[in-house]
């Protein structure tokens, strides 16, 4: 078993920024990679980014240049550093972990960017 916390979200004006953290605790010596996910009402959740054992990332096309995903394995956690937010932004984020027989979610953070 995974557990998944995250933390950081919130309300900010367009253009601005957040920064996201998910801490992972239990049987985390199996995980293959890390990311973020996001669902906006009414849209398919979207992965947003993604960060290997090895630290390979990966970004959503409309994120690249702006989100950065990176991982301190001494603590634990995996962050998302958001900046020039916008509107479109919007959505509840969630943190995923991925092992090779199963995924783990956190229970998801709300992101508002106002314009």
């Known amino acids: 078993q995974v557990q998944l916390v995250e933390s950081g979200g919130g309300l900010v004006q367009a253009g601005g920024s957040l920064r996201l953290t998910c801490l992972a605790s239990?049987?985390?010596?199996?995980?293959?990679?890390m990311g973020w996910y996001r669902q906006a009402p009414g849209k398919q959740r979207e992965l947003v980014a993604t960060i290997t054992s090895g630290g390979s990332t990966n970004y959503l096309d409309s994120v690249k240049g702006r989100f950065t995903i990176s991982r301190d394995n001494a603590k634990n956690t995996v962050n998302l550093q958001m900046n020039s937010l916008k509107p479109e932004d919007t959505a509840v984020y969630l943190c995923?972990?991925?092992?090779?027989?199963?995924?783990?979610w956190g229970q998801g953070t709300q992101v508002t960017v106002s314009s």
């Open positions: 239990g049987n985390i010596a199996s995980i293959n990679y």
């Open positions: 995923n972990a991925h092992r090779p027989f199963d995924d783990y």
